[in-house]
């Protein structure tokens, strides 16, 4: 079986800091967006992708773009889009961590934010943040006692 993963299209690690936004397809402008919750029927039986609606969004295209078919479904965090041709969970997550290489903070220039980042995109678990927290603590700690002396000798004066 092949199991080599296709991307979804051409637009997949594409992203936009806006708005205003344009299609991904033509680069027509957008004249607005919209969540997918909004769409949601309160009578609606609950899906699985409901849980990450607010990330889900629809541009507003130009007629020529819907005729065309060109994709208005994006995944939205914060001012960040990127295309969504699948509305999958899997597709959400691989968009969010697409926007997230591009436009999050530096993981190694500032780990704490990178760790806020990846929570709020659905990345991690607030259980692996607060994992990864307590870690970073552990590490300041530790190269505090390390690179300051000052605090080793008032460690072996306290022993
Ligand atoms: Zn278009």
Same mark, same amino acid.
């Given at each position: 079986?092949? %199991?080599?993963?296709?991307?979804?299209?051409?637009?997949?690690?594409?992203?936009?800091?806006?708005?205003?936004?344009?299609?991904? %397809?033509?680069?027509?402008?957008? %004249?607005?967006?919209?969540?997918?919750?909004?769409?949601?029927? @309160?009578?609606?039986?609950?899906?699985?992708?409901?849980?990450?609606?607010?990330?889900?969004?629809?541009?507003?295209?130009?007629?020529?773009?819907?005729?065309?078919?060109?994709?208005?479904?994006?995944?939205?965090?914060?001012?960040?889009?990127? @295309?969504?041709?699948?509305?999958?969970?899997?597709?959400?997550?691989?968009? /969010?961590?697409?926007?997230?290489?591009?436009?999050?903070?530096?993981?190694?220039?500032?780990?704490?934010?990178?760790?806020?980042?990846? /929570?709020?995109?659905? %990345?991690?678990?607030?259980?692996?943040?607060?994992?990864?927290?307590?870690?970073?603590?552990?590490?300041?700690?530790?190269?505090?006692?390390?690179?300051?002396?000052?605090? /080793?000798?008032?460690?072996?004066?306290?022993?």
């Amino acid at each position: 079986m092949d %199991t080599k993963i296709v991307p979804q299209n051409e637009n997949e690690n594409k992203t936009q800091l806006g708005p205003p936004y344009v299609c991904f %397809t033509c680069g027509a402008p957008s %004249t607005g967006i919209r969540c997918y919750l909004e769409f949601l029927s @309160p009578r609606a039986i609950p899906k699985p992708l409901d849980t990450w609606g607010e990330y889900i969004w629809y541009l507003w295209l130009p007629q020529s773009c819907r005729e065309a078919g060109h994709s208005a479904r994006v995944v939205r965090l914060n001012d960040a889009i990127a @295309p969504l041709a699948q509305a999958t969970i899997e597709r959400v997550q691989a968009a /969010l961590a697409v926007i997230a290489a591009a436009h999050g903070p530096n993981p190694k220039a500032d780990p704490a934010a990178s760790i806020v980042w990846q /929570l709020v995109a659905g %990345t991690i678990t607030p259980a692996d943040a607060i994992a990864r927290i307590g870690a970073l603590c552990h590490q300041a700690v530790v190269g505090a006692l390390e690179t300051e002396p000052v605090l /080793l000798h008032w460690q072996e004066a306290a022993q």
